[in-house]
């Protein structure tokens, strides 16, 4: 079993910053790559930032320039630095990891979510 814990969520004006934390914990064998999803109310859920074993990263464009990803690969976390934040970021955060519990074994795993609101 691996559960995956988001934290770090909250209010916050537009312009502020907030920093995303989760923490997977369980039988891990190898993370290959974890990042964070979204969805706002109404909305699908979207791909926000991902990064990789060997540490290349991917953001959603609206994110570009404003969220840094990171890994520290002894916690097994992944954090999400979000600056200049705006309304239309406000989402459920969600944290997923594409790892293996074996050998044999790989799979995607979510986080429960946590609530970022933008709002004056």
């Known amino acids: 079993q691996v559960q995956l814990v988001e934290s770090g969520g909250g209010l916050v004006q537009p312009g502020e910053s907030l920093m995303l934390s989760c923490a997977a914990s369980?039988?891990?064998?190898?993370?290959?790559?974890m990042g964070w999803y979204r969805q706002a109310p109404g909305k699908q859920r979207e791909s926000v930032a991902r990064?990789?074993?060997?540490?290349?990263?991917n953001y959603a464009g609206s994110v570009k320039g404003r969220f840094t990803i990171s890994r520290d690969n002894a916690k097994n976390t992944v954090n999400l630095q979000m600056n200049s934040l705006k309304p239309e970021d406000t989402a459920v955060y969600y944290c997923?990891?594409?790892?293996?519990?074996?050998?044999?074994?790989?799979?995607?795993?979510w986080g429960q979510g946590t609530q970022v609101t933008v709002s004056s």
């Open positions: 997923n990891a594409d790892l293996q519990t074996r050998l044999w074994s790989r799979d995607e795993y």
């Open positions: 990064i990789t074993s060997g540490g290349s990263t």
């Open positions: 369980g039988n891990i064998f190898r993370i290959h790559a």
